[in-house]
T-cell receptor
Framework: EAGVAQSPRYKIIEKRQSVAFWCNPISGHATLYWYQQILGQGPKLLIQFQNNGVVDDSQLPKDRFSAERLKGVDSTLKIQPAKLEDSAVYLC???????????????FGSGTRLTVV | AQSVTQLGSHVSVSEGALVLLRCNYSSSVPPYLFWYVQYPNQGLQLLLK??????LVKGINGFEAEFKKSETSFHLTKPSAHMSDAAEYFCAVTESYGGSQGNLIFGKGTKLSVKP
C-alpha cells in the first residue's frame, strides 16, 4: 500500500509570510495527525482529526496555525504569519480505528522541513 | 500526565557491540509503549511496540525491548550494532486505547552513532 504522502519536502520562507503543507494519508485511515518536530526534540502533536472532525487541537497555536480535513481524506496545515521559532519538520501520520488495538497501522510521512528566515 | 524520558541524547558504540538505549515513562494508566527510528531527512519508522501482551518485545532489525513496570522502563537493546543502525531513536507512550485518542507522547530522542 502507498505510504503517507506529504508535500512539499522543503520550504524556506521569510518571517511573517504564510505557508501551507499538504498531507494525503493511507487509504482507509480515518485518523490523521500533524506533529511538529523542532531540531533536537521529539515530535509534538499539533492536531488530530478523526474523519473530518477535530479530536484534539489543544497544542495548536491557533493565533497563527490552522488545519483542515474537509472531506475526511487529505489535510492541509497552514501557518500565517510564520515566526522564526516555527522552523521545524512537520510530520503527518495516519492510523486506522480498531477497537482495542492502539495506533493500529500508525504510519508517518517523510515530513516537510520548514525554515523561517 | 504522560511523559517519556530518554537518558542520553547521544550514544556511541563500536560496530558489533551491544546497543542499549534507555527510556523511562510516566503514566497514570497502563501504557502502550513504542520505539521509533528516524534516519536523516526521513519520517519515523516503527521498530516495536508494547501493548500489554509479552513484556519482552521483538522488533525489526534485531532490536528488542523489555517492559518493566516496577522500574517504569522500556529500554531498547540490540546484541550487536551494525553501521546501518546509526540513526535517531525515539521512545513514545500512549494510554491504553480505551482512554486515549491514540496520540503519541515522544521523548527527546537519542542519536546513535556506530564506529567502525
Amino acid at each position: 500500500e502507498a505510504g503517507v504522502a506529504q508535500s512539499p519536502r522543503y520550504k524556506i520562507i521569510e518571517k511573517r509570510q504564510s505557508v501551507a503543507f499538504w498531507c494525503n494519508p493511507i487509504s482507509g485511515h480515518a485518523t490523521l495527525y500533524w506533529y511538529q518536530q523542532i531540531l533536537g526534540q521529539g515530535p509534538k502533536l499539533l492536531i488530530q482529526f478523526q474523519n473530518n472532525g477535530v479530536v484534539d487541537d489543544s497544542q495548536l497555536p491557533k493565533d497563527r496555525f490552522s488545519a483542515e480535513r474537509l472531506k475526511g481524506v487529505d489535510s492541509t496545515l497552514k501557518i500565517q504569519p510564520a515566526k522564526l521559532e516555527d522552523s521545524a519538520v512537520y510530520l503527518c501520520a495516519s492510523s486506522r480505528i480498531r477497537q482495542g488495538v492502539p495506533n493500529y497501522g500508525y504510519t508517518f510521512g517523510s515530513g516537510t522541513r520548514l525554515t523561517v528566515v | 500526565a504522560q511523559s517519556v524520558t530518554q537518558l542520553g541524547s547521544h550514544v556511541s558504540v563500536s560496530e558489533g557491540a551491544l546497543v542499549l538505549l534507555r527510556c523511562n515513562y510516566s503514566s497514570s494508566v497502563p501504557p502502550y509503549l513504542f520505539w521509533y527510528v528516524q534516519y536523516p531527512n526521513q519520517g519515523l519508522q516503527l521498530l516495536l511496540k508494547y501493548t500489554s501482551a509479552a513484556t519482552l518485545v521483538k522488533g525489526i532489525n534485531g532490536f528488542e525491548a523489555e517492559f518493566k513496570k516496577s522500574e517504569t522502563s522500556f529500554h531498547l537493546t540490540k546484541p550487536s550494532a551494525h553501521m546501518s543502525d546509526a540513526a535517531e531513536y525515539f521512545c513514545a507512550v500512549t494510554e491504553s486505547y480505551g482512554g486515549s485518542q491514540g496520540n503519541l507522547i515522544f521523548g527527546k530522542g537519542t542519536k546513535l552513532s556506530v564506529k567502525p
